[in-house]
């Protein structure tokens, strides 16, 4: 596929999905979420990823919805609404349920839908001066709807229900202390921060288990606790049965060096 409001490139096992529209805040259009759910298709595909990172061209990480779009909801049917609303739901779990890990590296401001972008990745690097962090949506009667059926699986600290009502902007500083973001760096230490975690996680972890680890921690989320402990014994029984586990059990006993 043709990008066109996106960049696409692999670089040592990390699939770089970049939004490329600096001059409008790389706001989302129905355009650019289609181009990312295609780029997260591809890296799924794609057997030598290992890491997706998502990252954006220009000051902003995403201002939320394009100003363009927003304006055509009001005159969009209920169903039409319901379909738009849908393809945004869906590129939110396709990054949440993704068979690589999904990293965000936000250097600015990410806003609304932006934030909901960035945070449903499942490791947030975020720069600790210039990144800022809004769900917008009451203030314009909208429902931060979408977003917090991901985030409040992830959190459920008050202060991140506080932030979905109120619509207050937050820093880097605070939504790692509201456990929404996993790292907050220096601005110069931005780009080697991720490309470390990244790194690492390429070299250090297997593939399966990243895979299998990501679809437990999906399902058993919504689960009773024997459902979500019976779900995980599978899950235990079915990584025993992977090549990944027969290659680390191997190189344990050898004291050998595991290269994934």
């Not at 295609?38 to 990252?55: F, G, H, N």
């Amino acid at each position: 596929m043709n990008f066109t409001q996106l960049t696409y490139e692999i670089q040592n096992r990390i699939a770089r999905i970049t939004l490329n529209r600096p001059e409008q805040r790389n706001a989302l259009t129905s355009v650019l979420i289609s181009e990312l759910r295609q780029a997260l298709r591809d890296a799924d595909s794609e057997p030598d990823v290992r890491v997706v990172m998502l990252q954006s061209t220009g000051k902003a990480f995403c201002a939320g919805l394009d100003l363009s779009e927003l304006g055509k909801i009001s005159e969009m049917s209920a169903l039409e609404n319901l379909a738009d609303s849908e393809q945004l739901a869906l590129l939110f779990r396709q990054m949440y349920t993704h068979r690589k890990l999904v990293i965000s590296k936000v250097q600015g401001i990410a806003v609304a839908g932006g934030c909901g972008l960035a945070t449903a990745a499942d490791i947030i690097v975020a720069d600790v001066s210039n990144a800022k962090f809004c769900y917008t949506e009451t203030r314009i009667g909208f429902v931060p709807a979408i977003v917090s059926a991901l985030i409040l699986r992830k959190s459920r600290n008050a202060g991140v229900r506080e932030m979905l009502l109120r619509a207050n902007m937050i820093s880097a500083t605070e939504a790692l202390r509201l456990g929404l973001i996993n790292y907050a760096v220096p601005s110069n230490e931005l780009d080697a921060a991720t490309e470390k975690i990244a790194e690492e996680i390429c070299t250090g972890t297997s593939p399966a288990s990243i895979e299998l680890t990501k679809r437990l921690l999906w399902s058993v989320e919504t689960m009773s606790g024997d459902d979500a402990l019976n779900f995980a014994v599978s899950m235990n029984a079915l990584s025993r049965t992977t090549e990944d586990l027969k290659k680390g059990v191997g190189a344990f006993l050898n004291k050998e060096k595991i290269s994934w």
